[in-house]
């Protein structure tokens, strides 16, 4: 496990992370307080990428189109 904290993450460190802790919690052979912990810092990086992807959808979804239907700008999206 990364000791990078998650909430500081890049969507892609995230995924990779998590990605990882899948593949150990299914294998099966870590002792359950590990076990434990990795699932935590699964459902944490879950969460994560979940919040990250939001964020790429609002951002995607407030680009504003002329009359063409070309990009001309964005709005500003409420809460960022």
């Not at 990086?45 to 609002?58: G, T, V």
């Given at each position: 496990?990364?000791?990078?904290?998650?909430?500081?993450?890049?969507?892609?460190?995230?995924?990779?992370?998590?990605?990882?802790?899948?593949?150990q919690l299914?294998?099966?052979?870590?002792?359950?307080?590990?076990?434990?912990?990795?699932?935590?810092?699964?459902?944490?990086?879950?969460?994560?990428?979940?919040?990250?992807?939001?964020?790429?959808?609002?951002?995607?979804?407030?680009?504003?189109?002329?009359?063409?239907?070309?990009?001309?700008?964005?709005?500003?999206?409420?809460?960022?």
């Amino acid at each position: 496990m990364s000791d990078t904290p998650v909430d500081e993450m890049t969507f892609e460190a995230a995924m990779a992370e998590l990605e990882k802790v899948v593949t150990q919690l299914e294998r099966g052979d870590v002792a359950l307080e590990e076990s434990i912990a990795l699932y935590e810092r699964g459902a944490a990086l879950r969460k994560r990428c979940d919040a990250k992807l939001k964020e790429a959808e609002e951002k995607v979804a407030a680009i504003t189109l002329d009359a063409e239907g070309n990009p001309k700008g964005t709005q500003p999206v409420e809460g960022l």
